[in-house]
């Protein structure tokens, strides 16, 4: 087999022998829980975030009766599975669970309960140099915040303030690089006032999924709503949308992929926490029910380090609420693309996938795995591929910075480079490329396929040139039987 081009970049061959085929029934994600080392210190209502693959859990409080609220820092390790203490934030503050958020690799945490009164205090951690910088007050005070970060934006949303439980609806913006709140927004050049949230929540979480924001769930008062509003900055609207199944406050919220998952919480502080597991499709404005994790949880931090979950503290009692250290990873093992629901596997779900190409399909957006990018391309083929027998025949990255091999790393076909091909480390869409001249240039690889016994996909990203560069040709046998020639192209148009 020859492949010859002007410019090359990436080139998968995919064989399906045969379908996959599954059982009765539709499909559903594996959720896989495994239990890691405990934190430290015993804690609930803190709050945590992620830097450069490390968890950070931040404050919270100790077990009651007699709970203290803490300054304890403590970071994470999800490689090693490890803990070390890190430098003590200067304010001790709890319920915080969802209440910071990052910019630029340092962390804000915004407002909560010091032990005697609520508090408008944000402090900034930076990993890097492990300290802690006063920065201005929150203007509202508040506790049981939401956070989060759009376009290096911190929204601080809904929350108690310092006296009863009638929530707020309060929307308040900080911007890390002037050091300003603000509840005003520039919205294209126009100065308007910032939206109030419509329905008022405290004990909520708030999630960002494609530049909006989504506050879900908490409590007006005592007891925790169904909640989900969707606040966009560009046009600063909420909407509201599709209530949650069941209704939560003071659980976690997660984005993976483009899916919000929600894990337990309470109806409020005096029955046990749930274990459910909810998720939610902004796409579809649909949710989900996803069964139950292992353990009773509320008032905890949960974030996510490579596509794996990991939930951290919080209390598996209602009051007195003791404080827990228990560390889950939650792993979600995606369904199987049967796309068309035929309970089977095979070249038609190849074929809706090629039909939603380029696109943010989330029936085919199956890449990386569990919830996708965004946009169906040749990762998703990829994984699709893997159902599908015997998967990959090969897969030349051509990512190589030199040499006369290109490799294989799927089959082990190696290439060899015939001509003067020239490596361009910088020049590919993901990783290097490889440019040839269109005249004699070609990598040769020693490999045939029966090709009337089977059907075969290629799938490659190509910069080409001018017509009659051939960019995959089979040639065999003495030219008397099937295969003595495949593939070839028009000289003249370049057509295969």
């Known amino acids: 087999m020859k492949w010859l081009n002007g410019y090359r970049m990436r080139l998968v061959l995919i064989v399906f022998v045969a379908a996959i085929v599954l059982g009765g029934g539709s499909a559903k994600a594996d959720f896989i829980w495994t239990q890691k080392a405990d934190m430290p210190t015993p804690r609930w209502s803190p709050t945590s975030a992620v830097v450069n693959g490390k968890i950070y859990v931040i404050g919270g409080s100790t077990s009651e009766p007699g709970d203290k609220v803490l300054s304890t820092v403590e970071e994470y390790d999800p490689v090693t599975d490890t803990w070390t203490t890190k430098a003590d934030m200067p304010t001790a503050r709890g ?3 969802p209440s910071s958020a ?10 909560g309960w010091d032990g005697s009164k609520t508090i408008s205090t944000v402090e900034e951690y930076d990993p890097t140099t492990d300290t802690w910088t006063r920065k201005v007050d929150m203007p509202t005070q508040r506790t049981d915040i939401a956070t989060c970060t759009v376009d290096g934006k911190v929204y601080a949303i809904g929350g108690y303030p310092p006296v009863g439980y009638a929530a707020l609806k309060t929307v308040e913006m900080y911007d890390p690089e002037t050091g300003t709140w603000t509840r005003k927004a520039d919205m294209s050049g126009t100065w308007t006032s910032m939206a109030d949230m419509p329905l008022a929540a405290g004990m909520l979480n708030a999630c960002v999924v494609r530049g909006k924001i989504y506050a879900i769930g908490g409590r007006p008062d005592l007891k925790s709503r169904t909640y989900v509003q969707e606040y966009d900055p560009a046009t600063n609207t909420w909407t509201r949308k599709a209530d949650m199944p069941v209704g939560t406050s003071q659980m976690a919220s997660v984005v993976l992929g483009n899916k919000i998952i929600v894990i337990g919480g309470w109806l409020w502080s005096l029955n046990y926490p749930y274990r459910t597991v909810q998720m939610y499709a902004p796409e579809t404005d649909t949710w989900t029910i996803e069964g139950d994790a292992p353990f009773l949880r509320a008032a905890f931090s949960a974030d996510v380090v490579n596509n794996r979950i990991y939930v951290i503290g919080g209390t598996n009692r209602p009051h007195p609420c003791p404080a827990t250290s228990t560390v889950y990873e939650l792993t979600i093992n995606p369904p199987p693309p049967d796309f068309n629901g035929d309970g089977m596997i095979d070249s038609t779900d190849v074929c809706i996938m090629v039909d939603y190409w380029g696109t943010d399909e989330p029936l085919c957006d199956i890449a990386p795995p569990p919830f996708g990018d965004g946009i169906v391309d040749v990762q998703d083929l990829i994984v699709l ?5 015997p998967v990959f025949m090969a897969h030349w990255e051509l990512d190589e910075a030199e040499g006369g091999i290109a490799c294989d790393s799927v089959g082990g076909h190696d290439g060899t480079l015939n001509g003067n091909p020239i490596w361009q480390p910088a020049g590919g869409k993901t990783g290097g490329a490889l440019q040839l001249d269109g005249i004699d240039d070609y990598i040769s690889a020693d490999f045939t396929w029966d090709t009337w016994k089977m059907m075969i996909s290629a799938s490659a990203w190509i910069k080409g040139d001018v017509p009659g560069q051939v ?8 030219g008397t039987g099937y295969g003595a020639s495949w593939l070839y192209t028009d000289s003249s148009s370049g057509t295969l």
Do not use: R
């Open 95 to 97: 319920w915080t669970s």
């Open 102 to 111: 990052v910019v630029d690799g340092k962390i804000f945490v915004i407002g």
């Open 471 to 478: 960019i995959i040709s089979q040639t065999d046998g003495d």
């Open 385 to 389: 591929s893997e159902h599908l027998l």
